[in-house]
């Protein structure tokens, strides 16, 4: 699977999602993220959120880059990240000047804007996997 196709099977792909943990594993080219999905209908008018949670993982890691919290954002003592993610296509990575050389246009892209730090975190990587670690569970939206 690819970010793309994980972000298309969900209501909400990464959007408006909650990171609640990154681990990166170097030795094994292996990243965890597990992450809060909002499984809500987005024509809803409905006040209240349905998460579900997943463990999104890969164990081809090519790179993960986190780019420095805004000190004028950054929000100290947080539970989780509330996070809003978009597909990145090859082309606009090798337009980002993230990439000293090209990869291979195999690669799955993903560009996860930290609300809570104003900045993003980008991840390269190839066949991800989502298990989910939990059911749907609703919680009242925070404006």
Not at 36 to 55: A, Q, T
Not at 57 to 86: A, M, R, V
């Amino acid at each position: 699977m690819t970010f793309e196709e994980l972000d298309l099977a969900t209501p909400n792909g990464f959007h408006d999602a909650q990171l609640i943990n990154l681990r990166v594993d170097y030795e094994n080219s292996a990243i965890e993220l597990t992450v809060d999905f909002d499984f809500s209908d987005p024509d809803s008018s409905d006040r209240s959120v349905v998460y579900k949670r997943g463990l999104v993982c890969s164990k081809e890691l090519l790179f993960c880059t986190i780019e420095q919290p805004d000190t004028n954002y950054f929000q100290f003592g947080s539970k989780y990240l509330d996070i809003s993610g978009d597909i990145i296509s090859y082309d606009e990575m090798l337009r980002s000047e993230l990439l000293s050389k090209p990869l291979p246009k195999a690669i799955s892209y993903l560009r996860l804007f930290v609300h809570d730090w104003n900045s993003f975190i980008y991840i390269a990587a190839e066949n991800i996997e989502v298990t989910w670690i939990s059911e749907a569970v609703v919680r009242e939206r925070i404006v």
